[in-house]
């Protein structure tokens, strides 16, 4: 049991909505229009140390203006993808609103504000944040602190009494530099990313509130 916890910073993707999947399968097509083939090991390898699936373009020498435009084209497909799959994760809302009667929280994500607002369209999910940061509201993107700091500075809370819901290791690795408690759900998309700095486990996002209670 998590005792002395006022604030909950959740991660989006993976944790409150199963998007991860899709934007995988979005890089892997916009890549493959430049002969270029992503692995899921190695696109799990890129997402666990926060780098980019474009690394591999740039180590086939292909310029800076092919990949800004593939990246666009990337960013068409993930919300086309949005548009017309189920993302929402099981009794999410239900989850949240028992949370909420003891807990202010917040989401801290690095996707784009666009992408964010398109996510949410109508899910009902953002009502029970007190606010949201994207990964144009904070100077460095995860695995670095900013993301949880600004969430810190904006609660005006300290480390100890907020908690990070976070399902991958670069989510993990930012919440440890921030030095707030981490709590990883579990998630089969990233069984393979390294949890052993995780301050709790659970299986499922509806384990939390019992931990929490």
Not at 145 to 160: I, Q, W
Not at 168 to 192: H, M, P, W, Y
Request: hydrophobic letters at 40%; proline letters at 2%; aromatic letters at 10%.
């Amino acid at each position: 049991m998590i005792e002395n916890k006022k604030y909950i910073l959740f991660d989006n993707d993976g944790v409150l909505v199963e998007t991860e999947p899709l934007y995988f399968e979005a890089n892997v097509k916009a890549l493959k229009e430049l002969n270029i083939e992503l692995s899921f090991d190695r696109y799990m390898k890129i997402m666990a140390r926060g780098g980019t699936a474009w690394e591999l373009a740039y180590e086939k020498g292909i310029s800076k203006k092919i990949v800004d435009n593939k990246r666009f084209q990337r960013d068409i497909y993930y919300q086309e993808l949005i548009k017309t799959r189920h993302i929402e994760i099981a009794n999410v809302k239900e989850i949240l609103k028992e949370l909420s009667k003891k807990y202010k929280m917040a989401i801290i994500t690095t996707s784009r504000r666009e992408d964010f607002e398109l996510i949410h369209k109508n899910r009902g999910i953002v009502d029970f944040m007190d606010f949201v940061l994207c990964v144009e509201d904070y100077p460095r993107a995860k695995p670095y602190p900013d993301p949880y700091l600004a969430g810190l500075k904006r609660f005006k809370a300290s480390n100890d009494e907020t908690i990070v819901i976070e399902d991958s290791q670069r989510g993990l690795i930012s919440a440890v530099n921030a030095k707030i408690d981490c709590v990883i759900v579990k998630n089969d998309f990233t069984l393979t990313h390294d949890f052993s700095k995780a301050s709790y486990r659970i299986d499922r996002l509806e384990e939390l509130i019992n931990l929490l209670s």
